[in-house]
């Protein structure tokens, strides 16, 4: 007995000595790490829907400024028909601009295609984790990202049907412009200026229709 404690004494003593000429000591190990889940940086959606409010700014301030081109030409009573030509041209301007804000590569369209690849993202990753999660508890957050899906939906829409409204309202005008010429040429000015007026209440009602929808997307987060 004496001889074994001396051996496992010897042993510890030399375990030791081999740490020490390395600059160590011994660890303990313990069990392994349990990693902790990440949690999002940001709120994703929040976060849409706040950059959505700010770009229904700018586009209802596009709105506002050819609302009021709409009103001042209407106004125009005694003027001559080049000064409303003038005004219509500035009007097509304005139109034109706001068009540019609901093309594919503006940053509304582009918030809409950041998010909906976000949700897509969430709902792949969430769906391959049905077996740890739990198969209820998974359909239950997939509810939730189809929930989000449906504001992309509607938001895609809302951006389509508003942009097909301003191609329509460009055409109208350019419409009106060419038939104003032929009156102009036919020293007709009276059709002349009926036929400016003409055009104008249908662009005024687009323009309208356009400001109080984007009043609804902005405000309600789509």
Avoid: C
């Avoid at 060419?178 to 020293?187: I, N, S, W």
Wanted: charged share 20%.
């Amino acid at each position: 007995m004496v001889r074994l404690n001396i051996a496992v004494a010897a042993a510890a003593a030399l375990v030791g000595l081999h740490f020490a000429a390395f600059g160590q000591t011994p660890t303990v190990r313990g069990p392994p790490a349990v990693s902790a889940p990440s949690i999002p940086s940001a709120p994703k959606v929040e976060s849409f829907r706040s950059r959505l409010q700010d770009q229904q700014k700018t586009l209802e301030s596009y709105g506002a400024k050819i609302s009021g081109l709409v009103d001042r030409l209407k106004a125009m009573s005694g003027t001559n028909v080049e000064s409303r030509i003038a005004e219509v041209r500035s009007l097509r301007d304005a139109l034109v601009q706001l068009g540019v804000q609901l093309q594919p590569d503006a940053p509304l369209s582009q918030s809409i295609d950041q998010y909906q690849s976000w949700i897509s993202a969430q709902m792949g990753r969430v769906n391959n984790q049905r077996s740890t999660l739990g198969p209820e508890f998974v359909q239950e957050l997939v509810r939730r990202y189809q929930q989000y899906q449906q504001e992309v939906t509607r938001a895609r829409e809302s951006v389509s049907n508003h942009s097909n409204a301003i191609d329509h309202a460009l055409k109208e005008l350019t419409t009106a412009e060419l038939r104003t010429a032929e009156m102009l040429m036919a020293e007709d000015a009276a059709a002349a200026v009926k036929e400016l007026l003409g055009v104008l209440d249908s662009v005024g009602q687009t323009i309208e229709d356009i400001r109080s929808n984007l009043r609804k997307l902005g405000n309600a987060g789509v």
